[in-house]
């Protein structure tokens, strides 16, 4: 085993995508990972998105880097196997509701009874205490109360919940950075993650906008607040780029393309705000020229110009862009079960210890007599489990 976080111990306790997600990236980077399944009820991310043969793809990425293992935790047997395996390990990632593992006899207490140093993340939709902690959620009531949702859409439509697990996949980046601060710590503590908060972090000013100004942001489409132009047009061949002006001298550069240098001197173009207040006409001199234009026309342009754009890809673009290419995006990774199979590579690069995928998801409770047999297991015991359904 490799990387740099060889020697940490992750027992990755949690269901569907967020609490999974987070181990899966601290598994990238050479975490031993222990996924903890219940023996008749997989992880319930085994049964989203295309399968192929009845062997589920996502869960090859979700699920990578991990070794796989059956428990039944609300039994007494299960629950002390479970205790067994935190004496030894260093992260426990669980996303059950408040009060789930404590009736089970595996609340942070128990945990660090047995092990004072563990660092226990608890993943939830609402947190581990106020008026919602009881109830059912998932990411998308994140994406909806956080105000994502709200700002998302045309104007005059409704508002708009994203096709993916976005709060999902952002709370899974702050449980990752949680765990390695906890860990950093060198005490054992517990983390308190409610899935609706991250994301609302990274909405930007709105809270203090409203608070200093009373200011509600409105839906705007593709357009952007804060800049313009700020959208996706349509070429002469029927595809779409986004075009962005976040910075002035980009914004300078579009315009002079675009045939509207007479704007740039206008007062109101000098901040990204002002400009988005015109963005009916900068919209309207931008789509024209592009609407008259092939894409790689329209591409190489903006190149030259050095103005900011990019082709609207779906995964087919993704797969082909030279750019991916180059930094490795996507690797092919050798799986027992689909022979070789793409998926996304690690999140980041390092020089000195990088990340690797080392397998694809395994199959449910494929590691469970290798992991049980390191706690003193045997293979009587295990053969009795089975028979009992703990395992």
Known sequence: MSGPLAGIRVLDVSTLFAGPLAATFLGDFGADVIKVEHPRRPDAARGHGPAKDGVNLWWKTLGRNKKTVTL???????????LA???????????FRPGTLERWGVGPAELHSTNPRLVVARVTAFGQFGPYSSRPGFGSLAEAMSGFAALTGEPDGPPTLPPFGLADGIAALATAYAVMVGLRTGV?????????????????????AYDQLGHVQPRTGNRSVNNAPRNVYRTADGDWVAVSTSSQSI??????????????????FATGHQRAQHADELDAAV?????ARSTDEVVAEFEKAQAAISRVYDVRGVLSDPQYRALGTVQTVDDDELGPVKMQNVLFRMSETPGAIRWAGRPHGADTDEVLAKVGVTREQLAALREAGIV
């Not at 039944?72 to 479970?82: V, Y």
């Not at 993650?193 to 909405?203: D, H, K, N, V, Y």
């Not at 789509?287 to 609407?291: E, F, L, R, T």
């Open 287 to 291: 789509s024209s020229w592009i609407a």
């Open 72 to 82: 039944d935790l609300g039994k007494p047997e299960g629950a002390r196997l479970l």
């Open 85 to 95: 395996l935190a004496a030894e390990a260093d992260v426990l990632i669980e996303n």
């Open 188 to 208: 054992g503590q517990v983390i308190d993650m409610a899935i609706i908060e991250p994301i609302l972090m990274l909405l930007g000013g709105q809270i203090t």
């Open 251 to 268: 914004a300078e550069r579009v315009l002079r393309l675009v045939g509207r240098p007479d704007v740039v001197d206008e007062p109101w």
